[in-house]
């Protein structure tokens, strides 16, 4: 729905870009924005979460300008030859779900941490520009003070949190050691069209549209008290494409992405079933959650100064798209 050419002109055309996790939910968009602008995508993909549909998707409007790469992060040969004479990456590749990073917590410092580094060794070998991190809004932890700033501490509640933390810091420090540009754009609850719906580990969004599809009751952790700023996956994709765009280095800066709105999982519900027709259905509630932050809001100032970065979908219109999406690819089930 966003004209991403009216927001970035011809920032990217002709330039090779590669999107890692590009099967899956915010690498499929981002990858599909950049084929829009004319970019040539490397679509690298390991396909453990992500899926084939969702390359093929985001390339609909290009074919010809994706390739497709079946691979891990920690595939060093493969991602080292499909990342010749790339300028960007957008490392979003990750095994994501604070629940489960508290289940199997060293496979996913594998992916997560070691995943990173490798790839960013291998960014700096091939001379790429700019490195784009898919970092959370998860490592502020339950700080007390709202909305959270990047300055504060950061408090990490889970191993899932520890490792995107981790990621952070090594886009800092390689920055600051090897001739590259990185960037950690701490993404706040991210959701949209193609988000997967199908684990148990899915986002609250996705999770929800599914059950109410279903006609079956939400489960709420705790009082549903708690808050999220929820942000439209296209706020997402424009900060990574401002970012990557930027004339100045950013030197491995944080960067909160988000829209500075907080909404409660009760308010959520109530709203997701009024879209879609089933207020009937109420939640059951279930005790708090392992790991779970409380109430989650970000300051926007940085991301503002720095990458010129305003909200550009609000969370009723990305929700209205979100709904629309869901009983469209969901329909059969309800
Ligand atoms: C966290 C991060 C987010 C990251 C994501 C990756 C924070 C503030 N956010 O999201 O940046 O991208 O991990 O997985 O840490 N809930 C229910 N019922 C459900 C599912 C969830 O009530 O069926 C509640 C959870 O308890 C939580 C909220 O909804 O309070 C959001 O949960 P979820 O969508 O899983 O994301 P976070 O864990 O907040």
């Known amino acids: 729905m966003t004209d991403w050419t009216s927001l970035h002109g011809d920032s990217f055309a002709g330039s090779r870009a590669m999107v890692t996790g590009a099967g899956g939910f915010i690498g499929s968009h981002i990858a599909e924005?950049?084929?829009?602008?004319?970019?040539?995508?490397?679509?690298?993909?390991?396909?453990?979460?992500?899926e084939r549909d969702n390359v093929d998707v985001a390339a609909a409007s290009s074919p010809g300008s994706v390739e497709f790469v079946e691979a891990s992060v920690l595939d060093e040969s493969v991602v080292r030859r499909a990342m010749g004479g790339c300028r960007y990456v957008f490392h979003q590749a990750?095994?994501?779900?604070?629940?489960r990073s508290i289940e199997i917590p060293r496979q996913f410092h594998?992916?997560?941490?070691?995943?990173?580094?490798a790839l960013l060794d291998l960014a700096v070998e091939s001379g790429v520009e700019r490195v784009m991190f898919a970092a959370s809004s998860s490592a502020y932890g339950d700080s007390e003070t709202l909305p959270k700033i990047e300055t504060m501490p950061a408090l990490p509640k889970s191993p899932y949190a520890a490792n995107k933390?981790?990621?952070?810091?090594?886009?800092?420090?390689?920055?600051?050691?090897?001739?590259?540009?990185?960037?950690?754009?701490?993404?706040?609850?991210?959701?949209g069209p193609r988000q997967n719906a199908n684990s148990v580990y899915s986002g609250v969004i996705a999770i929800f549209a599914k059950m109410l599809l279903a006609g079956e009751a939400p489960t709420i952790y705790g009082d549903g008290e708690q808050s999220r700023d929820f942000t439209f996956v296209d706020n997402a994709v424009h900060?990574?494409?401002?970012?990557?765009a930027s004339t100045t280095p950013i030197d491995g800066e944080v960067i909160n992405v988000a829209c500075g709105v907080r909404i409660t999982v009760n308010e959520l519900v109530e709203t997701?079933?009024?879209?879609?027709?089933?207020?009937?259905?109420?939640?059951?509630?279930?005790?708090?959650?392992?790991?779970?932050?409380?109430?989650?809001?970000?300051?926007?100032?940085?991301?503002?100064?720095?990458?010129?970065?305003t909200p550009i979908v609000d969370f009723a219109?990305?929700?209205?798209?979100?709904?629309?999406?869901?009983?469209?690819?969901?329909?059969a089930v309800g």
């Open 33 to 50: 924005a950049l084929v829009k602008l004319g970019a040539r995508v490397i679509a690298l993909d390991d396909l453990s979460g992500g």
């Open 94 to 99: 990750a095994l994501p779900s604070v629940p």
């Open 110 to 117: 594998e992916v997560n941490v070691t995943g990173t580094q």
């Open 165 to 191: 933390l981790a990621g952070e810091h090594l886009m800092r420090a390689y920055a600051s050691c090897f001739d590259i540009d990185t960037v950690s754009l701490r993404y706040f609850n991210i959701f």
């Open 239 to 244: 900060a990574n494409l401002l970012a990557a």
């Open 272 to 309: 997701m079933a009024r879209l879609m027709d089933r207020s009937d259905i109420q939640p059951v509630y279930r005790p708090d959650r392992a790991g779970d932050v409380k109430h989650s809001l970000a300051d926007m100032a940085r991301a503002s100064n720095l990458l010129g970065y």
């Open 317 to 331: 219109t990305g929700m209205d798209a979100t709904v629309a999406w869901y009983r469209q690819a969901l329909g």
